[in-house]
Every structure is written in structure tokens, then in C-alpha cells.
């Protein structure tokens, strides 16, 4: 290796020189820590949620041109920089500065809540105007569809942006009529400030104006380092070499110095965009002591057009060949680029842009990965690859025979693959590509296909036919019999039927197959087939060469579902015009940090600048499900670079457990363990690479303990629970079960849920060196139970401890328990280090310790009648609460005192158990067991709808409390009027009626694709059933020159609660907003704080400010009477003067909530939430895709105190509900170890989920008497409005089957994953995928 490079970039317009640049580093913890750019958030480290996204900016040679282009910045490793400009979020705008209108328009339109995914969503747009100032729609959600967001639900930061757009989009801005005609920015309107409804003169639209946006001004950018245009123009085409710690890195410039390179170093992999070695070696550990950059040869990125088609070099980005492509199929015959359409298919929704413009063609097909896309629709296309060592070139056919294993090709391995020659398509030959995985975009995919069929000229007959499959094995299969057998045949059913035939035997998938889903992969594999069939016929049908056929209704098969960008309205009654202007409650405020969070200037935990000394630590978990610990031996790591030392329970000077409510957890396990993923030890390290490598070298020796255990049902047979066990009974259930006319006996299954918040937990312990005084910064919901429990730990009491909570990145409910458990460990390392420790879990640690939402099984026995009328339920709840109680027992009466939801039905019992299992602990989780026991309910009230043939609608309102004084089953009083309302208005306003009749038409004129429809009503109960938590404190200092700080004992997630907060304090002391702030949540200022959970946060935080500033009124009351005409300032001094407090605390005590669990009876909550949901989605009973189409949501929020911040809830909780009942799948194998563990295995929602249309309207003329300014709570109730979507695809999947003469009572668990749509939609196809005969195989995984 030669001397080390200087690694020569710019970050933000200033030059960055690196002598000793570590090939192993990446841009992510470049930027955070060296330059302390900490705008750039960590979500994942793999690619797979877009936080870290930043622009780099190159300048092409052979283009003479910059381009700009977005990139995963925790992906991209330093020293592949050289010679590049990358601009973060900090370096377009700032508060200080000026904001760029990228960041002012998300932050004003309200689409940045905990604001952790807002500068990637910032820097995504700003590349997308760098390149293209008037984006259309479809560019802005290409933009973002490699951005996930955990809070909004999109639509609001899709309505900041969608001001960028070309001025013929309807809602688009022209940016000061540059395009001519009047513009938006002049007028000020979103939209009418009113709609045509019945109080059109009180109903606004307008969530935020739009007559103060800043201008798009190009020279407010960056402009690209003129010394970098000299320094590419100059380049001296000598390699460059980068020595680190453990790994060195030479980046040829010369494709012969390459070649010789790969022939010294065979072993070395050569990486370019390091999207599939990156996260092997930063992820998975994956050790390469050398590595090859090739992205600097010229000859690998070369693209040309010759008289047969594409030559794409193999370092060109995915981005690069879907731009060629789409230029072509633009410019060129259609019959010629059918390959390219195909491609383009696949292309489009292949990862997310970040991700094309680094991926490689050539490490595509190169990284021999199955759920790659490309492969199968290459071999298809019959390309060609060219291969290059020092020994020469040969070309290879792209075939099955090309790859020899997972993961492994048959070039040689000093060989380099040069480039690929995609041919145009001849005049008779028809191709396709498809794909399906757990989400539309940015998802591997289960199965990949690329099928190309060549007809002789004039004909019907098949002259070649190529059938490609990825995800059937561990290489790309080619089915060899049906490609051969169905040559010289007729393209006609008879062919279909032989094909399909065929394909059965041809294409073998093991039930072992890694992934597991091997029915639903063999059924795709033969609907694929299927659809190309059908596309073929209409094909040859148009050039008159076919006269097979087929009836109308199966053309639906043919159209793929088109992504569209989130539309809709969002309306909310405006306050009285008799409200002073300057009093901004109930009217749309921006979040109070939104700004600071589009610019990156907001502060989470990991952003804080390292304290002298820090250190870093990491968790060592158990890797056995039920154990002994025989010995724990850290020896090895402590001999690691860096390692400091190693804690476990035997450090902890205080108590080593976390003792809720009585209920002992060990911090660190101590004799036995009883999950995988409980915490043993802890290395603490330097930092934190140091901290990950070495935590792998401490060994655990168990001995495996029986039983062990994980799902329900197992718990089950084991009769394992937690204590105590819950009933609540009315009326008397097996009396009018006897009565009934029918009875129902069924269970529903519905899975659990990660919380998946973009900020990954942690905290940083910062000893004080006196009186074991300890400061945490710590992303908590709940900080004085993690003070609590830090003093426990340390045996110091809570006076000495000192948690501070600027923001959460998302909390959820899952930012309540664990943390406190990490904080106190942390806090022990310090202790015993003397030194500040840092804890920031990855995101695969963190799903792994922290566990989620709990899975639930609900078994019922159900009474009903003809019309639907339901007279006795019976359910019980089964909860896993995993291998500790934590929060399950609180959830599990949640979920039991939730069971009516809106329906009186007179004789209902319900009764609660939580299984105990070799599980990590389930947690609170937004909603808090109310979607579950929800669901049960509805699930019920679908099921009695599809046996009585009515309409499920029909059933919900027969069956809705209607009675002003009613009462729940457990017996609490309410006044379901507003639910009602809610109701009402939700169908009127979706049009239900209508809408159901036009489905059931779409439905029988379209076989394969089908329609659902489907409302719930719900009331949701708000508050603490354990009535001591139901309280509120409030710190308010009236500073000498007129400002004011609040402090609560609330924490800012997102919710906006200082925001709220904030318009509070300023109605009671009548002082602008602008001179008000809340700086952080500190257990020192306002003390023994209740969580914020519940829903409860504004209603307990907002009464306690309030009554703090009602105090500070009344103390300056006297001097405002005396000197009416004086201002703010001089009543304060005056008041400063006459030795008047200016401080005072409030506090607001909570209803007595209680529930008396041996009579099953009690107030359980405080008041409760209403709202209704409309939705309706399509599948495709082919595959098992579903797109959302529509939601409407009515909600009740009381008198909304911000009703941007509100809408903000109801929409996001909704997009969260739509993951929780459709998408993220949890998996845990056979041994209970969690197998989804970061962003590309567990999917939540993405752009591509949220409805095209969804609509949300908050409640005219409601008010609950009982909250803050007549307001209701409203975080955790819109989640189970997911629920529609769950109901909505039953509906659909029940035409289906109805339509094939199957019952359309069947069973479908949630959430209603393409694999179960698909299966559920039995057809001809299904039945040739016969399931795995081996019933010895273990299965993939466990339905927990
Ligand atoms: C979050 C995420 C989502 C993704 N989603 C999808 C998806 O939906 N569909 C899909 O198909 N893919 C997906 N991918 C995979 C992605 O497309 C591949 O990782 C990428 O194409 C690999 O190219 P690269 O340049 O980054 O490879 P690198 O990581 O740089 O290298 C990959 C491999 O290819 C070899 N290699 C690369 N070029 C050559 C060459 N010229 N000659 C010899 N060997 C070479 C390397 O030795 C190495 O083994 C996703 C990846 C990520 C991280
Ligand atoms: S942190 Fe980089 S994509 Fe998630
Ligand atoms: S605002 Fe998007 S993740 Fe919180």
C-alpha cells in the first residue's frame, strides 16, 4: 500500500482535508461528530429510512456539468468523497441566517412534529429544486419516497412542498406567477379559507397561510467549489489510498490498475455505491481488511446507445439507467423498448432515490441476492455481461447460470464486471416485469419476475419464451420445462393452462426457503405467469394474431396500481371573531420548534456535543430465549482497542432491578435469562465502534432451561399468565346467549407492533463529581421515573439526579419503560467510570431490547339476530406480555374496558389475561391496548354483518349507543351524542352510500382486482384509569424584561405540547407568543411528573400552566388597575420592585379515575374521545398488493386548541394504525430471537401507504367542559382508524372469494399482509402452491 491520500471534499461550502482519512468511516458520523453537523439524524445506519440524507454535488468531466444528487449519508463512506461537495441541511438555510423556503414551507405547513425525519425530507426536496426549481407531484414523491416519517402521515409535508410545483397542478404554486396568471403566494390562499358545508361562514380549510412564504431564490445556494471543477478537470489519474485503523481502501483511476489490483487481491470486494457491502460491514459485522473503490474508473460508468441498444457501464447508478431509460421509451418506437418499459417498472419502485443514485447496475446483479430486482428482469431481456481481468475480456450470457449460490456469481474473482448490454426488444417480442413485497416501494421484494416471450412474426406461435423468477431459491431460477415445453405452441388457454401446470412442478420452493412464505411465493410465481399471459393475448389480439380471449372483467389483472401523492381536505371550525387576534388558541399554530427542526438546529439527546471524557456504551444481550447463566466473560473484550470496562449486575452500588408498581425487572440479568435480547452486560468503550466490536467478544455460557416458550397460544397450553387476571361482565351473557337466534364462536389474531420512532433510545450520563450529584439528557416520556430509577440504581437519592428533556425523535408509548432501564444502566457505568457515558441504541438493538406493541388473540362467543342486533358477547383478551409484566397488566384493562367501543350491546362480558412468554417485554404503545380490544369488537361486528348478509355499516349503527345518558359496560356514564355525530357526518361526507354501491359495481365488473369499503365508529377514553396519574405541574417564571419561561412536566415528542403550552400561557397572561418559551422537561424544576401517555398530556400540562399563570395574574392584577396604561414590561418591573414573586407553579389535579376490577366497575376515564373513519382501498387478488384509495376521518376534539397540531395527530395516529393493521410484520423464529430488526425487514408506512385521498375533519360545534379550554385529548384514538383499511381489504378479499363460490366468512389475521390478502383471495393458482408437505419443518416464524 502506497503512502495514505489526502482525502479532499467540501462540507457545506467549506474545505474539508483529511490526511488520515479512515476508509471505514462514513459521511453520517463524519458530519455528527467531526464536523458536528448534527443535523444529519442516524435512523437506521442502513439505508432504510432516509434521516441521513444530505445532496453531494460532483462535477462530470465527460458532461462538463455538476450534478446533484441525494445520498444516504450513513451508507456513504468518506473517503469515496474525494473531490465532492456535500451540502447538508445546515448549509441551505438557517434562524440565524436566512431559511431556505424548502424548510420554511415544510415547518409552516406543519410537516415536522418530533422533527427527527425532517431535514433528510429538507435535503430531499432541496436536491430535487436544485435540479428542477418547478417539480411536478409525481417528481416530489419520487423525491421523498426513500423518507420515512413516523409522526405526520405525510400529507402535510407533501402540502408544504406541493407550493414548489409547476403552476398547472392545481394546488401548485407558480413562485410569483413566473408561469404567468394570478399566484398563490399573491393572494395568500390555500384553497377557500371556506367550504360550502352548513357552517361555511365558521369552517376554515386553511391550516396555514400561504401569503409569507419566502421566494424560491436560486442564489441563495451554494454554488459548487470552483476549486473542485479544477481540481476533477486536473486529475492526475493516480490511485488513491486510505489507511485505517483496521480496514485500507485504494480507489484506482485506471481500469487497468483496477484489474490489477483485483488480481493481486482476489479476495477484496470492489465496491462502488456500498449499498449491499456497506451494511454487511457496518451492520453485520462483515470484516475485509482491504477493499476496492471502483467508482472513479471512467469505463465502468460509461452509457451508450448503439444500433441494438443500451450499453450501461456496470458503475452506473440505478438513477443513471432509469433516467437513459426513460429518455428512450420517450424518443424511441414503442416495439423497441418494451424491455426498457419493463425495466422501468421495476426501476421506479426499486428502494428509494437515495438508494438509486448510489446502487449499482453492476452490484445489483452482481450482489447475487435474490430479492434484487434487476437479475430477473435482465435475463430476461437476454443481456449480455461484459467481464474484464488482466487476462482479457469475455462476455456472458445474464442467465440462471450466472449465479452459483446465494450471494456468489461464477466470475472469477479477480474478474470485474465492465458493463451490460441491454438490447431493444424486436417487433415480436413482449415483455413484462414484476414484483411484490411487504410494501409497494422502497421494500425488497419477496418475489421478482421477469418473463419475455418471442412470437414468430404474423403468428400466434411461441418461438423463445424466458421466465426469470428471484425469491423462489438462493440463486435466480429459471423454470427450464415450462420456457421449453411451451415453445411452438399457440399463445392461447390452452398454453395457460400447460404453463401454469408446468410451473407447478418447475418451480420448487422449499418450504425452508430463507424468509419463509413459500405458498404465497409459488403462488405469485405462477400469477405472474398469468398476468403476462393475459398481457400477451391483448398484445397479439390488437395486431390481430390471437383469437384467444378472455372476458372483460379479467383486464383488471393487467393494471398495476399507480402511487399518487396524498390529496385531501382538513377542516376545523374557527374561533369566535370576537377572540382578540393575539390570542392564539384554537387557531393553527406552527409547532414552536418546527423551524429550528427544518434547519437542523433542534437538539436530541445524541446531538449534545461530547462531554470531556465521554464514553460510550453498549448492551450485551442474551442470545437464549430461557437460560442459566453459567458464566459471563468479558476478558476478551476488555482486550480490545478502546474498551474501558465492562458492567454488569454486580456494579450496580444501588438496587439492580426496575420496580413498577411493585413489580420487580432486573436491570441487567443476573442468574437466568428469559428472553433473547435481556440485557446482561455492558462494555463501555472510547467510543462507540470500539463499544460495538468489543461487546461481541463477551461470552456468555448458559445452560438452556425448560420450558420455553413464545406465542399466546403456547402460553396457553402452559397455562402461563400474569397476575391479576380481568373480567367485566353486564347484563347477564349466558342467559341471552341461550336467546339468541345465532350464535358466532371465533377468534381474531392481530400482531404486534415496533414503535419504530426515527430517534433510536438513549441517554447521556454526565457525573458532577460532587455529592454523586448526575445529570441524564435522555430521550424520556416519563422523567421522573427515570430519575426514580437512576437513584435506585445508584442508591443516591432522587434530589441528586437531574434528567433533562429537550425532545423526543418520536416516543409513542415506547419511550416510557425501557428507557428508564437503559438510563439507570448507563448511569451505573458512569458511576463506576467517573466519567460521562453515552448511550444511543442501533436501530436493530433497539427492537431487539425494547420490544413493541403487545400481539393479542381474542376468542368470542357471540349472540345475534336476523337484522344484525347483537345480544350477548363474550370475549376474552390473551395479550403476550412477554417474559416480564412491565405495563401489560395496565394495557390489558385498556384493551377490556375499550371492548364496547360505540355499541350498546346489553349482555357483554370480557375478560382479560396476559400470557407470560420467553418474550422481551411488550410495552405501551400509542393506544395503549385500545386498538386491540377495539378490533376484537369490530371484528366482531364484521363477522355478525357478513353471516346476517347485511352491510357492516348497517350492523355498527344498529347495534351504537344512541341514549344521551348511557353507559359503558363498566358502567360509566357518557353522552355518546358526538359520537353519533361523528358518524353521521363521516358517511355523509365519504358518501358512503354512493360509494358502496360503486364498489360493489367496480367489483363485478373486475375479476382480479376488487374493492372494499368500511367504517367504524369510536369512543376512546382518555386519561389514567389509575386516577393518581391524572395530574399536572407547571413551572412559570416572569423574567424582569417581560419574557416568560414555562416549564411542565409534560415532554415534547412531537405532539406539540410546549407548543400548546405556549398558547395557553399567552391567552392567560396576554402576552404575545414570541415572548414565551419552554426550554426543556427537568425533573429539577417541576417534579414528580405523571408520563406523557394517555392522550392525557395537554389536559394535565395545559391545566397546570394555565393555573400557574392564573396565579401571576392575580398577583399583578393590583398594578395592571392601577397603571392601566402601562405595558407588560413595566407591570413586571413594577411588580420585580415591590418584591412580588414572579414565579409560580401550578398544578392541576386530575379527575379520581378508578376502577373497582372485583365489581368490573368505575370511572374509568375522564371523558371520552369520539370520531368516526371511513376508507376504502382495492386489491389485487393476484398478487395481494393493495392500494389505499380513500379515508375519511371525522373527529371529535372538543374545541380544538390548535387544530393544525390536532389534524397533525389524527392523520399521523391514522398512517400508524394503517401500519399497524396491513403492514409491519414483527417475525420471531422458532427461537424466539426477533428477525425484523431495522427499517428493510420491518416495514411502516411510506409515502406510497397513505390514501390518495384522505380527509380529516374535526368536529363543529363541539365541547368537552371537562379539559383545557373546552379541548379533548387526542394522540392515541385515530391509531385504530387503521382498523378501516383492515376491514375495507376483508371486504374486498370476501368479493373475491364470493365471486369463486367460496365462503366469505374466513379467517384473516391482522395485519392483512399481501401474503395473506393473496392467500385468503383461493383461486386456481393458489391451489397448485400446495403448501409444504414436510410437516416436521419448523416453520420461518412464529405468529407470537
Ligand atoms: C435500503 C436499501 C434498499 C434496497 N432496496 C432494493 C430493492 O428494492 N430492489 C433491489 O433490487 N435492490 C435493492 N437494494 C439493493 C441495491 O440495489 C444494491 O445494494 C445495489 O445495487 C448494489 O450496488 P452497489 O454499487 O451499492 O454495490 P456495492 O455494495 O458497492 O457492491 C456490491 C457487490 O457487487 C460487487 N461488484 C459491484 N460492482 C462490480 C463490478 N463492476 N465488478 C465486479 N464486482 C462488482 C462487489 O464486489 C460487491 O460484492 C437496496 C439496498 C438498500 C441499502
Ligand atoms: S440513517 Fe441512513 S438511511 Fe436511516
Ligand atoms: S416528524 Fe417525521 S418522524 Fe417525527
Redesign the pocket.
Given at each position: 500500500m502506497s503512502s495514505p491520500s489526502e482525502l479532499i471534499f467540501f462540507v457545506n461550502g467549506k474545505k474539508v482535508v483529511e490526511k488520515n482519512a479512515d476508509p471505514e468511516e462514513v459521511l453520517l458520523s463524519f458530519l455528527r461528530r467531526k464536523v458536528g453537523l448534527t443535523g444529519t439524524k442516524y435512523g437506521c445506519g442502513?439505508?432504510?429510512c432516509g434521516a441521513c440524507t444530505v445532496m453531494v454535488s460532483t462535477y462530470d468531466r465527460n458532461q462538463r456539468t455538476v450534478v446533484h444528487y441525494t445520498v444516504i449519508a450513513c451508507?456513504q463512506p468518506i473517503v469515496t468523497l474525494h473531490g465532492a461537495a456535500v451540502v447538508t441541511v445546515e448549509g441551505i438555510g438557517s434562524t440565524k441566517t436566512k431559511l431556505h423556503p424548502v424548510q420554511e414551507r415544510i415547518a409552516k405547513a406543519h410537516g415536522s412534529q418530533c422533527g427527527f425525519c425532517t431535514p433528510g425530507m429538507v435535503m430531499s426536496m432541496y436536491t430535487l429544486l436544485r435540479n428542477k426549481p418547478q417539480p411536478t407531484m409525481e417528481d416530489i414523491r419520487e423525491a421523498l419516497g426513500g423518507n420515512l416519517c413516523r409522526c405526520t402521515g405525510y400529507r402535510p409535508i407533501i402540502d408544504g412542498f406541493k407550493t414548489f410545483c409547476e403552476s398547472e397542478q392545481s394546488s401548485g404554486c407558480c413562485q410569483n406567477g413566473r408561469a404567468g396568471g394570478e399566484c398563490c403566494l399573491e393572494n395568500g390562499a390555500k384553497g377557500s379559507k371556506t367550504n360550502n358545508s352548513k357552517e361555511s361562514d365558521q369552517i376554515s380549510q386553511e391550516l396555514f397561510p400561504m401569503d409569507c412564504f419566502l421566494p424560491l431564490d436560486p442564489s441563495q445556494d451554494l454554488i459548487f467549489p470552483p476549486e473542485l471543477m479544477i481540481m476533477e478537470k486536473k486529475v492526475s489519474g493516480d490511485a488513491l489510498y486510505f489507511q485505517g485503523e483496521r480496514v485500507n481502501l485504494v480507489a484506482p483511476f485506471k481500469l487497468s490498475h483496477l484489474l490489477e489490483l483485483k488480481a493481486e487481491h482476489p479476495s477484496a470486494?470492489?465496491?462502488?455505491?456500498?449499498?449491499?457491502?456497506?451494511?454487511k460491514m457496518l451492520l453485520k459485522g462483515v470484516y475485509h481488511p482491504l477493499v476496492i473503490y471502483?467508482g472513479r474508473i471512467s469505463e465502468?460508468k460509461a452509457v451508450t446507445w448503439g444500433e441494438t441498444g443500451l450499453t450501461v457501464g456496470?458503475?452506473c447508478s440505478?438513477s443513471t439507467l432509469q433516467k437513459e431509460v426513460e429518455k428512450v421509451v420517450v424518443e424511441t418506437e414503442e416495439e423497441k423498448t418494451r424491455g426498457y418499459r419493463a425495466l422501468l417498472q421495476t426501476l421506479r419502485c426499486?428502494?428509494g432515490k437515495q438508494?438509486r443514485n448510489?446502487?449499482?447496475v453492476?452490484?445489483?446483479i452482481?450482489?447475487a441476492n435474490p430479492k434484487?430486482?434487476?437479475s430477473s428482469v435482465l435475463a430476461a431481456l437476454d443481456c449480455t455481461l461484459h467481464v474484464i481481468s488482466k487476462d482479457g475480456m469475455r462476455s456472458i450470457p445474464l442467465d440462471e447460470k450466472l449465479f452459483a449460490d446465494f450471494g456468489k456469481t461464477v466470475?472469477r474473482p479477480e474478474?470485474?464486471?465492465l458493463s451490460i448490454d441491454i438490447p431493444y426488444t424486436k417487433p415480436w417480442e413482449f415483455v413484462a416485469a414484476y414484483r411484490q413485497a411487504q410494501r409497494r416501494e422502497f421494500?425488497?421484494?419477496f418475489l421478482n419476475a421477469g418473463m419475455k416471450v418471442a412470437i414468430k412474426e404474423g403468428t400466434d406461435v411461441v418461438e423463445s419464451l424466458s421466465i426469470y423468477y428471484g425469491g423462489v431459491g438462493p440463486t435466480l431460477v429459471k423454470p427450464k420445462l415450462t420456457c421449453q415445453q411451451l415453445v411452438s405452441r399457440s399463445w392461447g388457454e390452452d398454453l395457460l393452462s400447460e404453463g401454469c401446470r408446468l410451473l407447478k412442478e418447475d418451480v420448487d420452493v422449499s418450504p425452508s426457503i430463507h424468509g419463509g412464505r413459500a405458498e404465497f411465493r409459488k403462488t405469485l410465481a405462477i400469477s405472474f405467469f398469468f398476468k403476462f399471459y393475459m398481457q400477451v393475448v391483448l398484445e397479439m389480439r390488437e395486431r390481430g394474431v390471437s383469437d384467444a380471449d378472455f372476458p372483460l372483467e379479467y383486464l383488471s389483472a393487467l393494471k398495476p396500481f399507480k402511487n399518487e401523492v396524498p390529496q385531501g381536505q382538513q377542516s376545523f371550525q374557527l374561533v369566535s371573531e370576537a377572540q382578540p387576534s393575539a390570542d392564539l388558541v384554537g387557531r393553527p399554530s406552527m409547532h414552536q420548534s418546527a423551524f429550528q427542526q427544518a434547519t437542523g438546529e433542534a437538539k436530541y439527546y445524541d446531538d449534545l456535543p461530547l462531554v470531556q471524557g465521554e464514553l460510550f456504551i453498549f448492551m450485551v444481550t442474551s442470545t437464549r430465549a430461557h437460560a442459566k447463566i453459567i458464566n459471563i466473560d468479558p476478558s476478551e473484550a476488555l482486550k480490545m482497542p478502546g474498551m474501558v470496562t465492562f458492567v454488569s449486575a454486580g456494579d450496580v452500588p444501588g438496587a439492580n432491578c426496575r420496580l413498577w408498581f411493585n413489580n420487580p425487572e432486573e436491570l441487567f440479568a443476573e442468574e437466568e435469562v428469559v428472553c433473547v435480547g435481556q440485557i446482561i452486560g455492558a462494555v463501555v468503550a472510547e467510543s462507540r465502534e470500539q463499544a460495538r466490536r468489543a461487546a461481541k467478544e463477551v461470552h456468555v455460557t448458559y445452560h438452556d432451561l425448560q420450558p420455553v416458550f413464545f406465542t399466546i397460544e403456547d402460553a396457553i397450553r402452559h397455562e402461563s399468565y400474569f397476575e391479576p387476571k380481568r373480567k367485566v361482565e353486564r347484563g347477564d351473557v349466558d342467559e341471552a346467549l341461550k336467546t339468541a337466534e345465532h350464535i358466532l364462536e371465533d377468534e381474531i389474531y392481530m400482531g404486534g407492533q415496533e414503535h419504530f420512532y426515527m430517534e433510536t433510545q438513549g441517554v447521556i450520563a454526565v457525573p458532577k463529581g460532587e455529592h454523586e450529584e448526575m445529570d441524564l439528557f435522555v430521550a424520556t416520556q416519563h422523567a421522573a421515573f427515570t430519575q426514580e430509577l437512576v437513584g435506585m440504581a445508584l442508591g443516591v437519592d432522587s434530589n441528586k439526579i437531574t434528567c433533562h428533556v429537550k425532545r423526543l425523535g418520536g416516543g409513542f408509548g415506547g419511550k416510557v419503560m425501557k428507557i428508564a432501564s437503559l438510563s439507570a444502566i448507563t448511569a451505573v457505568a458512569a458511576h463506576k467510570t467517573g466519567r460521562a457515558v453515552r448511550c444511543c441504541l442501533e436501530r436493530g438493538d433497539d427492537m431487539l431490547i425494547t420490544s413493541g406493541r403487545h400481539p393479542f388473540l381474542g376468542k368470542y362467543k357471540v349472540g345475534y339476530n336476523n337484522d344484525g342486533t347483537i345480544v350477548a358477547a363474550d370475549i376474552t383478551y390473551y395479550s403476550n406480555g412477554g417474559s416480564t409484566l412491565d405495563e401489560s397488566a395496565f394495557i390489558m384493562d385498556k384493551a377490556v374496558l375499550h371492548m364496547d367501543n360505540g355499541y350498546k350491546i346489553p349482555n357483554l362480558r370480557g375478560r382479560g389475561v396476559v400470557c407470560k412468554t420467553y418474550l422481551p417485554s411488550y410495552t405501551a404503545f400509542r393506544g395503549f391496548g385500545g386498538p386491540q380490544g377495539l378490533m376484537v369488537m369490530e371484528s366482531v361486528l364484521h363477522e355478525v354483518a357478513v353471516r346476517c348478509g347485511l352491510p357492516a355499516e348497517k350492523v355498527r349503527d344498529i347495534n351504537m349507543y344512541r341514549e344521551e345518558q348511557s353507559y359503558t359496560h363498566h358502567k360509566q356514564p357518557f353522552n355518546p351524542t358526538d359520537m353519533v355525530r361523528c358518524w353521521d357526518e363521516c358517511l355523509e361526507r365519504a358518501n358512503y352510500q354512493d360509494r358502496l354501491r360503486a364498489v360493489q359495481l367496480f367489483n363485478s365488473s373486475n375479476r382480479w382486482k376488487k374493492r372494499g369499503i368500511s367504517a367504524v365508529p369510536q369512543k376512546f377514553g382518555v386519561g389514567f384509569s389509575k386516577g393518581f396519574c391524572n395530574q399536572g405541574a407547571a413551572l412559570v417564571n416572569i423574567y424582569k424584561d417581560g419574557s416568560v419561561l414555562v416549564t411542565h412536566g409534560g415532554t415534547e415528542m412531537g405532539q406539540g405540547i410546549n407548543t400548546k403550552a405556549i398558547q395557553i400561557a399567552s391567552r392567560v397572561l396576554k402576552v404575545p407568543v414570541s415572548s414565551i418559551f419552554t426550554k426543556e422537561t427537568c425533573t429539577g424544576n417541576v417534579p414528580n411528573a405523571a408520563p406523557s401517555a394517555a392522550s392525557f398530556g395537554t389536559d394535565a400540562v395545559g391545566m397546570a400552566v394555565k393555573d400557574a399563570c392564573e396565579k401571576l395574574m392575580r398577583r399583578l392584577q393590583p398594578l395592571m388597575e392601577k397603571n392601566p396604561q402601562n405595558t407588560w414590561k413595566q407591570w413586571v418591573n413594577e411588580a420585580f420592585f415591590q418584591k412580588t414573586s414572579l414565579s409560580a407553579t401550578g398544578f392541576f389535579m386530575g379527575p379520581p379515575t378508578d376502577v373497582d376490577w372485583e365489581k368490573g366497575e368505575g370511572q374509568a376515564y375522564y371523558y371520552f374521545t369520539f370520531g368516526a373513519c371511513c376508507s376504502e382501498v382495492e386489491i389485487d387478488c393476484l398478487t395481494g398488493d393493495h392500494k389505499n384509495i380513500r379515508t375519511d376521518i371525522v373527529m371529535d376534539v372538543g374545541k380544538s386548541i390548535n387544530p393544525a397540531l390536532d389534524i397533525g395527530q389524527v392523520e399521523g395516529g391514522f398512517v400508524q394504525g394503517v401500519g399497524l393493521y396491513t403492514i409491519e410484520e414483527l417475525q420471531f423464529s422458532p427461537d424466539g430471537v426477533l428477525m425484523t430488526r431495522g427499517p428493510?425487514q420491518y416495514k411502516v408506512p411510506a409515502l406510497c401507504d397513505v390514501p390518495a385521498e384522505l380527509n380529516v375533519h374535526l368536529l363543529a360545534n363541539a365541547e368537552n367542559p371537562h379539559a383545557i379550554y373546552l379541548s379533548k385529548g387526542i394522540g392515541e384514538p385515530p391509531v385504530f382508524f387503521g382498523s378501516t383499511i383492515f376491514f375495507a381489504i376483508k371486504a374486498a378479499i370476501a368479493a373475491a372469494r364470493t365471486e369463486r363460490g367460496l365462503g366469505d366468512a374466513f379467517p384473516l389475521s391482522s395485519p392483512a399482509t399481501a401474503e395473506k390478502i393473496r392467500m385468503a383471495c383461493q383461486d386456481e393458482f393458489t391451489k397448485m402452491a400446495s403448501p409444504p408437505t414436510d410437516g416436521a419443518m419448523a416453520p420461518w416464524c412464529l405468529d407470537v
Open positions: 442502513g439505508g432504510g451508507l470486494p470492489l465496491i462502488v455505491g456500498n449499498t449491499t457491502i456497506g451494511p471502483a465502468l456496470a458503475a440505478l426499486l428502494a438508494i448510489m446502487a449499482t453492476g452490484g445489483n452482481l450482489s434484487y430486482d434487476l466470475l474478474e470485474v464486471l421494500a425488497f421484494s428493510s
